[in-house]
Nanobody, 128 residues
Framework: EVQLVESGGGLVQPGGSLRLSCAAS????????IGWFRQAPGKEREGVSC???????YYADSVKGRFTISSDNAKNTVYLQMNSLKPEDTAVYYC??????????????????????WGQGTQVTVSS
């Protein structure tokens, strides 16, 4: 059984930092993309960042230069370092895993519909 366990959300002031973690287990795909989506109240779930097994990465324009995704393959864990956080980053962040290679289509508005596995979500609130 595939499991994605997230941690690291919380409340932070504007300009602050948080690091999200996603520990994955139970999968044996030859190739995959693993990343983060977020969903704010009243908005669609959107792709934020992704990293593939072979190191391809994707960042949404809204987070480029502020967020960094990385992976520890020995621990099957993916991290999202979020710096210079803004109130508009407030959302529930979900870890996502699928077999679509090279983080393809992560910028598509409906990319979340083809994700195979989801984490439970972790709340990130940026507020003073």
């Amino acid at each position: 059984e595939v499991q994605l366990v997230e941690s690291g959300g919380g409340l932070v002031q504007p300009g602050g930092s948080l690091r999200l973690s996603c520990a994955a287990s139970g999968f044996t795909f030859d190739d995959y993309s693993i990343g983060w989506f977020r969903q704010a109240p009243g908005k669609e779930r959107e792709g934020v960042s992704c990293i593939s097994r072979y190191g391809n990465t994707y960042y949404a324009d809204s987070v480029k230069g502020r967020f960094t995704i990385s992976s520890d393959n020995a621990k099957n864990t993916v991290y999202l370092q979020m710096n210079s956080l803004k109130p508009e980053d407030t959302a529930v962040y979900y870890c996502a895993l699928d077999t679509i290679v090279a983080c393809a289509y992560y910028s598509d508005y409906d990319r979340h519909l083809i994700v195979d596995y989801w984490g439970q979500g972790t709340q990130v609130t940026v507020s003073s």
